[in-house]
């Protein structure tokens, strides 16, 4: 059943622009997640920063972002001669979905300066947490992308049962200065420590389409069995 | 149904070692958890280990990584504790399945990923070089597929729990010959007998563990969302 309602999921190319989920229901179904997503030592060191139908400007810095770390990346590739035209009218259709959607969630990394009475006796009696630290926070960078990951699996399911498409993206520029000027009502800057993932909520009119070249390893090469 | 599913995990201390867990089942859960996580660009580039009921000298082995891990941590703190709070790390001793995930290099991309090799864009995990900055993005689906079996383990009345504190140097893994690439999370299997939400509750101290709140994890950004939730 559980594996009926995950197997709906497909990476969105468009978004209908007539169809906007209430915020009740995506406020909703985030609460759900953050209920049931499991946290080591109950820190869940990340945020969830919405952006909603009417953030298009923030919007338009994150779609941006993305193609610009596509680029990045492929000078890496000796025979890069794929670059994105910044100037045509078209979008990179992988990212498009950003634009498109009516919610763009954008998890950060979370530094927790107030943390939960058992932490802060242990911290007492003598335990060390990275999380807690500003200097030893990049150190958990692939544990907060992990438990993210897991935040990102129930919410996922939560669309799903409720008729909601989704996409993630994960290419996107690292450093914080490319962030600068995505900024809350406060005007600080959002993205305080690092981007770890981007996920959009909306109902789909088009989606990627399946390639029978591009497949998955297949189980065998990716679970071991050692009885 | 997802949420009724997932608010029956417990971090379990003491799983029933008497319960027999036919492999069959677990191989099907592995399957269908294969078949419905995401990866970019297909890679998937993590391998699981799966270690079975009768392992218990490779169990024992990582029980022992988890306790040095935690001495090594609390060194950071000038009061250190050392690794008194281990009872955390028993369920690796106790459970019936130990499933380790490391990273993975792919050493045979599929005709999509070699057509893109070919175009120019640069690939990642098809290089030790690639693969060692790409770790976040690595751990990221990791958790997306323990997750998605946590949630089918549950539905199937077995429960899980996820360790996070290990040693990740490879040095520390020579016993485990398998393991050849970093290390990235442990997840056992079973059914749990005792969790360690019971146990606190029993000393009265489950009420210090709670989540940070909601708010303080998700912002609607430049939106007064309160403006349609009644």
């Known amino acids: 059943m559980i594996d009926t309602i995950l197997g709906k999921r497909r990476h969105v190319r468009d978004y209908d622009a007539n169809h906007i989920p209430s915020k009740y229901l995506v406020d909703s179904l985030l609460k759900l997640a953050w209920h049931v997503t499991p946290s080591k030592n109950n820190i869940m060191p990340y945020q969830v920063n919405v952006f909603g139908p009417e953030n298009k400007k923030e919007k338009k810095i994150i779609y941006k972002n993305c193609v610009s770390q596509e680029d990045y990346i492929n000078s890496f590739n000796n025979n890069n001669y794929f670059e994105n035209d910044y100037d045509a009218p078209g979008l990179n259709p992988e990212y498009a979905n950003i634009l498109k959607a009516p919610y763009v969630l954008l998890f950060t990394t979370r530094l927790e300066k107030n943390p939960n009475k058992n932490v802060l006796r242990n911290v007492v009696k003598g335990r060390h947490y990275d999380a807690l630290n500003i200097d030893t926070i990049p150190k958990i960078n692939d544990l907060v992308s992990l438990e993210v990951g897991m935040f990102v699996t129930a919410l996922c399911g939560l669309c799903m049962e409720n008729d909601l498409d989704i996409s993630y993206t994960m290419a996107f520029r690292q450093e914080r200065h490319f962030w600068n000027e995505l900024v809350n009502k406060k005007n600080y800057e959002i993205v305080e420590h690092r981007p770890v993932l981007t996920m959009t909520i909306g109902k789909a009119t088009l989606y990627r389409t399946l390639d029978y070249d591009d497949y998955k390893p297949n189980p065998e090469r990716i679970i071991k069995y050692y009885d | ?230």
């Open chain 2, 1 to 230: 149904m997802i949420f009724n599913i997932l608010q029956k995990l417990r971090h379990i201390r003491q799983y029933d070692e008497t319960y027999i867990i036919d492999k069959t089942l677990i191989n099907d859960l592995l399957y269908k958890t294969w078949k419905v996580t995401p990866s970019k660009n297909n890679f998937m580039p993590y391998k699981i280990h799966v270690i079975g009921p009768d392992n218990n000298e490779f169990k024992k082995q990582i029980y022992k990584n988890c306790v040095s891990q935690e001495d090594y941590m609390n060194s950071f703190n000038e009061k250190n504790i050392g690794n008194k709070l281990n009872d955390n790390y028993k369920n690796i001793l106790n459970c019936s399945y130990l499933l380790v995930f490391t990273s993975r290099i792919e050493t045979d991309p599929n005709p999509m990923q070699k057509m893109h090799v070919n175009q120019g864009i640069y690939l990642e995990p098809l290089s030790e070089k690639g693969i060692s900055s790409y770790l976040d993005t690595i751990s990221l689906e990791v958790g997306l597929f323990a997750n998605t079996l946590a949630m089918l383990c549950l539905e199937n009345n077995l429960d899980i729990s996820y360790t996070l504190c290990f040693r990740r140097d490879l040095s520390f893994w020579k016993k485990l010959p398998f393991i050849k690439n970093r290390p990235i999370l442990l997840m056992t299997v079973g059914k749990g007998k005792i969790s360690r939400r019971q146990e606190m509750e029993k000393i009265g101290q489950s009420v210090l563990d709670y989540k940070p709140s909601y708010d303080k994890i998700i912002e609607f950004v430049n939106e007064d969302v309160t403006k349609d939730i009644k």
